[in-house]
């Protein structure tokens, strides 16, 4: 195409006659549309060209010699252009249909007629709906050119992968898990050795290891499961074609279809690579690490672990598993060692130079050693980044203990020898060294002091001599093994002193031998435990006293020598764990492993803080048993500190507390139960002293009333509540404290709405505090306006029954009179006047009862809407019309004002005309004769605003509120006649909400008039909707025709009959569903008017039973009943009827329906 811009829109009109031209012109222009008059059909052929958007030719400007040209011109046009033709014709010329007919138009496709005369609007509209259809082909065309670039690009990438695919020597493969069909590219056959790019996944199964297989079709089963990760990933050996074993890594993504319990995996795509050169590369490493008696380790560069070689599972007894660096010093190096091995780690991150560190690793045994540690940054050669840590953890434990050994005899031995002259002097404990004999050779003053005589006198006598008869035997006894070679010995036994008296002394005696292992000298200690003999003897009494009082109370003692480590339980601490004394050895580990695993953290803290603090112990924890049961126990207990800080002894008491617990855990399930209970109840629940102080508050009632977080317990209802109200409701707890009685009231309640609620409280006496008063509380605010609603709408129920009845009554007096008149008056003219009233009357009470069921649907959301794309002046100009006739008889003056601008809705014709029609008709009611009613509408944004305002005598502002509830009636001070039901409003609303929007009245007073605005949501979508089709079926000759009539109500039937006869039909007469199939059988009737609710076989049985008939395919049925929803309509079909109508029905009704199925 050449010329201006193929989105040109202008109109081009072909018209010979400049008269024709101009006006055609003119009236486009008026609507902004751009027009070019073209006196020729060779200048409009070069317009084409040009680019126009639309073209329009009259009929006489279609010469046949001249259309080649056209058809030319419109051919050179790209093929995705299509220009629209439209065409005037005059009245009864050839239709569009007819003018592709002609042979030489017969290539231009999108010709469309407008038969003459033609209004302007609908030109207009035509000109634009071409307009719009030729945007739309020039958005396709742009979109078509925009998908092929996108698809050339996707072909370009996937070039690209399938060559990168290629050169990594990559298997690509696709499974249909549909079909079980498999697809692999070049590189995958080459890996198992296949020919055929096409395969199955049965095949492909069989070339799986026998070893793997399984753990492979799991990890598969995993990703095709719809609840799965839905991808897999694996390493395993594959046997290929050749029976050679190669290892492959494969990843493979499920593709699924569905959606809930239909959804399932129907593809799955992936990759695999064969990693067999790496996995033998991998395993020399591995048998060369696992030879090397070091720990070797690798790690990546932020230290997470990604090998052990086997003498670390040797060693630490732990399987390898993926870690950090931080993991591994936190599970198995040494407390002390873990954060220097950590910090030197992450120096040598940072420097990149070795990391060498010697830290202590605990054994399986539980045993730590020291390791020598060495690792060596991997880089990349590239960049010189390190990647990974290369290290070796090697044993030093024997050389370092044996190092820390000799140093530490070393100074030993310097220290003994200074120190051992001034302990031997000072020291409190006896020192005497004899020979093998027994003779005394060295004695320290301490032990002269012991003994009574002085060094010279004890220097050459024998131990024996000084030793008490009584004690001499044993002490001779393990002398002797002693001087044999045996271990040195502590005997406690008693000496006799120089003046006599009796010692008892502790000796601990040692041999000092010389290198070939014979007695050099024998050394002995000696502590005078004389004070302590006798203390002994008193305590045992004690004791036997204290276990005695320890079994009856079931408690027990301990002491812990937290210098030595040494614990002494009391025999009663055993009997409290059921044990015998003695049973098993009391140690801190002992402590620790029979209490409870979830108690053990909290009483060692405990235990740990009064040692430190040297304070005392306070804990409960529950202790296991022998046979495994638990009791509660309750620690008490004192640490003691050296005058330096130290801590060293910790005594205490343990004693039984399970029957305590007991009952303070029933106690508290219970308070947990009251609780849970009173915070889930519904009603707020409290607890007060009858002075109003707030003892208790239920979580429901902080959530009603919106109280602070913070506890109120203990303030009082005054500091929460206006005075006036806290002084009534202490009124109402002394009351019940008073009495010993519940009080039940009604008890207003600031909201936090900021309103005041009426609760319904119960207020009640507590046992056990003569004073305390508890309570529950319910909001019956909205009981009570509900109450009242309901007796308000009773009250409006029963004055719209009486309102019925009258409006039922109304119409009834000019039927029944206009029967008395049929029947009375020989006058033609008098029955046509009476027969018309009657059929106004009529009609009346159908549009009464319709409005009432109407009303009816919507509030069981019953309705059913026939949307369409409608415009909203077509929808004011239907409701204007039917409610002209009576704003014509009060002389009132209706204007109309709409946007000049179309407007379409989404809507129901009928029912949003109903809206207005109702809304028009209320002005009508309530204007004074002579006044004035205007309908506006405007757009803002989204939405359609539509006002009815009229001068008549306004709404009080105590009516608007209900003003569009049911049954609402409003004193408009007019003649009751005027009145209604009360229903007409109630429906606009529900239509109108039907449709999505709203509507609201306002009105500034009695005799101010009111206005009525409707908001609904414009359709903004450009789908064009089909017109109509017209119904202009003609009435039609019933003469020879036969009609079976159906009724139970027999005046019904015998009427309709009647009518019918008068139409020329030939009538038949059945009275219940029997009777219609026998009638039916006898007269084979063309027409069935079936009513459907009646007695024996009801209506749609009777259908059903006559179309079985073999000559009941025929007659035409049609359901003619009261009930007319959609589920009505669709059972009547349903059953064979070929119609619906309801009633009463209209002679125009009937006609046109036996038309139409005629």
């Not at 060596?376 to 820390?404: C, M, N, Q, V, Y």
């Not at 000496?495 to 041999?511: E, H, I």
């Not at 009609?1043 to 139970?1048: C, F, P, R």
């Amino acid at each position: 195409m050449t010329g201006s811009d193929p989105r040109d829109e202008r109109v081009l009109v072909l018209a010979p006659t400049g008269r024709d031209a101009r006006l055609l012109a003119d009236e486009l222009g008026r609507h902004g549309l751009g027009a070019r008059v073209c006196p020729t059909l060779d200048g409009l052929c070069a317009e084409i060209e040009a680019g126009a958007g639309v073209a329009v030719l009259a009929e006489e400007g279609l010469p046949p010699a001249g259309l080649g040209g056209l058809v030319a011109a419109l051919g050179r046009q790209p093929p995705w252009s299509d220009l629209p033709l439209l065409v005037l014709t005059g009245k009864g010329t050839p239709s569009a249909g007819s003018l592709r007919r002609f042979e030489v138009l017969e290539p231009v496709a999108n010709v469309a007629q407008l038969e003459r005369p033609v209004h302007t609007r609908t030109l207009v509209s035509a000109v634009r709906s071409a307009l719009r259809a030729r945007r739309r082909q020039y958005d396709v065309r742009d979109h078509m050119a925009e998908r092929e670039r996108q698809s050339e690009a996707l072909r370009d990438r996937e070039a690209r992968l399938e060559l990168a695919v290629d050169i990594a020597h990559m298997g690509v493969f696709e499974i249909d898990l549909v079909t079980d069909a498999v697809l692999v590219n070049e590189p995958g056959r080459v890996i198992y050795g296949w020919a055929d790019a096409r395969t199955t996944f049965a095949r492909v199964q069989t070339h799986f290891h026998p070893a793997d297989k399984e753990h492979v079709l799991e990890q598969v089963g995993r990703a095709f499961d719809p609840n799965g990760p839905g991808t897999f990933e694996v390493e395993q050996r594959i046997v290929r074609t050749d029976l050679e074993v190669r290892w492959v890594r494969v990843r493979g993504r499920a593709v699924f279809d569905g959606r809930g319990a239909d959804r399932r995996a129907v593809r799955c795509v992936g990759t695999y690579l064969d990693v067999t050169d790496r996995k033998a590369a991998e395993e020399r490493f591995r048998l060369m690490a696992d030879a090397i008696p070091q720990i070797v380790w690798i790690t990546d560069a932020d230290g997470r672990t990604e090998f052990f070689n086997r003498q670390w599972e040797a060693y630490t007894g732990a399987r390898y598993e993926p870690s950090t660096a931080a993991g591994v010093a936190a599970a198995h190096l040494h407390p002390d060692d873990g954060p220097p091995t950590l910090a030197a780690f992450a120096e040598a991150r940072r420097t990149g130079t070795t990391f060498q560190v010697e830290h202590r690793i605990r054994s399986a045994t539980g045993a730590y050693r020291w390791f020598l540690v060495r690792a060596e940054p991997h880089r990349d050669p590239g960049t010189g980044e390190i990647l990974r840590w290369f290290g070796t953890s090697t044993d030093i434990h024997d050389a370092k203990t044996a190092e820390e050994r000799e140093r530490g005899l070393l100074a030993a031995a310097a220290e003994a020898n200074a120190q051992f002259r001034a302990l031997f002097e000072q020291a409190t404990a006896g020192i005497a060294r004899t020979d093998a004999t027994g003779r005394f050779t060295l004695v320290n003053p301490r032990f002269c002091e012991i003994v009574g005589y002085r060094e010279p006198e004890l220097l050459g006598t024998r131990m024996q001599d000084l030793t008490h008869p009584d004690d001499l035997p044993q002490n001779l006894e393990q002398f002797g093994r002693l001087v044999a070679g045996g271990p040195g010995f502590v005997i406690e036994k008693r000496y006799v002193r120089k003046d006599g008296a009796t010692v008892w002394v502790s000796n601990s005696v040692t041999a000092v031998r010389d290198a070939g292992g014979a007695i050099a000298s024998v050394v002995a200690v000696t502590l005078d435990v004389t004070d302590r003999k006798r203390a002994e003897a008193a305590l045992r009494q004690s004791e036997e006293r204290l276990t005695l009082a320890q079994r009856a109370a079931r408690v027990g003692t301990w002491d812990w020598n937290l210098v030595t480590g040494e614990v002494v339980w009391s025999e009663g601490l055993y009997l409290l764990l059921d044990l015998a004394p003695g049973e098993i050895t009391p140690t801190g580990d002992a402590w620790r492993g029979i209490i409870h695993p979830d108690d053990l953290p909290g009483a060692g803290r405990l235990v740990e803080e009064a040692i430190r603090t040297g304070g005392d112990l306070y804990a409960e924890y529950r202790a296991r048993r022998r046979d495994g049961s638990y009791v509660w126990v309750a620690s008490k207990g004192r640490a003691y500190l050296a005058p330096d800080g130290t801590p060293t002894r910790f005594v205490g008491v343990n004693y039984d507390i399970t029957q305590r617990k007991r009952v303070e855990d029933e106690l508290a399930a219970s308070e947990a139960r009251f609780r849970a209970f009173m915070d889930h109840s519904p009603a707020a629940a409290w607890v007060t002293d009858d002075d109003g102080t707030i003892r208790y508050l239920s979580a429901t009632y902080r959530r009603l009333f919106r109280l602070p977080d913070r506890d109120l317990a203990g303030a009082s209802v005054f500091d929460v509540y206006p005075a006036d109200l806290a002084r009534l409701y202490v009124d109402n707890m002394r009351r019940v404290t008073a009495t010993g009685r519940p009080v039940e009231a009604v008890e207003p309640c600031p909201r936090p709405d900021g309103t005041t609620g009426q609760f319904l409280v119960y207020k009640f006496p507590l046992p056990g505090d003569e004073r305390l008063v508890g309570g529950v509380a319910i909001d019956i605010t909205e009981r009570l306006r509900a109450e009242e609603e309901l007796r308000a709408a009773d009250r409006r129920k029963d004055d719209f029954l009486a309102l019925l009845a009258h409006e039922l009554r109304n119409p009834l007096a000019p039927v029944r009179n206009g029967l008395q008149v049929i029947r009375l008056s020989p006058d033609r003219a008098a029955r046509e006047r009476a027969q018309a009233i009657m059929d106004r009357q009529l009609a009346h009470m159908v549009r009464l009862i319709d409005d009432l069921l109407d009303v009816s649907r919507i509030s069981r959301n019953k309705m059913d809407l026939r949307r369409d794309r409608l415009l909203l002046s077509d929808v004011v100009s239907s409701a204007a019309e039917t409610v002209r006739p009576a704003i014509d008889a009060a002389s009132h003056e209706l204007t109309v004002s709409l946007p000049d601008e179309p407007v379409y809705l989404d809507a129901d014709l009928t029912r949003l005309a109903q809206v207005f029609g109702n809304i028009l008709t209320n002005a009508a009611k309530y204007t004074p004769p002579g006044g004035r009613i205007r309908l506006a509408a405007v757009t803002r944004g989204d939405w359609a605003e539509v006002t009815v305002s009229d001068n008549g005598i306004g709404i009080p502002a105590e009516s608007l509120p209900t003003i569009f509830d049911m049954f609402a009636q409003v004193d408009r001070s007019i003649e009751r006649s005027a009145g209604g039901l009360g229903i007409g409003l109630a429906l606009v609303r529900g239509l109108v909400e039907m449709h999505g929007g709203s509507v609201t009245a306002s009105s500034d007073g009695p005799g101010r008039g009111s206005t009525f605005t409707v908001r609904l949501p414009i359709l903004r979508s450009s789908r064009t909707v089909a017109a109509p089709a017209l119904n202009g079926k003609a009435a039609i000759d019933g003469s020879g025709r036969r009609v079976l009539v159906v009724d139970d109500n027999v005046d019904s039937a015998e009427s309709m009959a009647e009518m019918l006869r008068l139409l020329g039909y030939t009538v038949a007469v059945a009275h219940d569903g029997v009777q219609a199939v026998e009638a039916a059988e006898r007269v084979r009737p063309d027409v069935v008017l079936m009513d459907v609710g009646m007695p024996h076989m009801n209506g749609l049985d009777a259908t059903r039973a006559i179309r079985k008939r073999p000559w009941g395919r025929e007659p035409i049925i049609v359901a003619l009943t009261g009930w007319g929803q959609e589920g009505d309509r669709n059972r009547s079909r349903e059953a064979g009827c070929n119609g619906h109508l309801v009633k009463p029905v209209s002679l125009p009704d009937l006609q046109n329906l036996l038309g139409e199925l005629a």
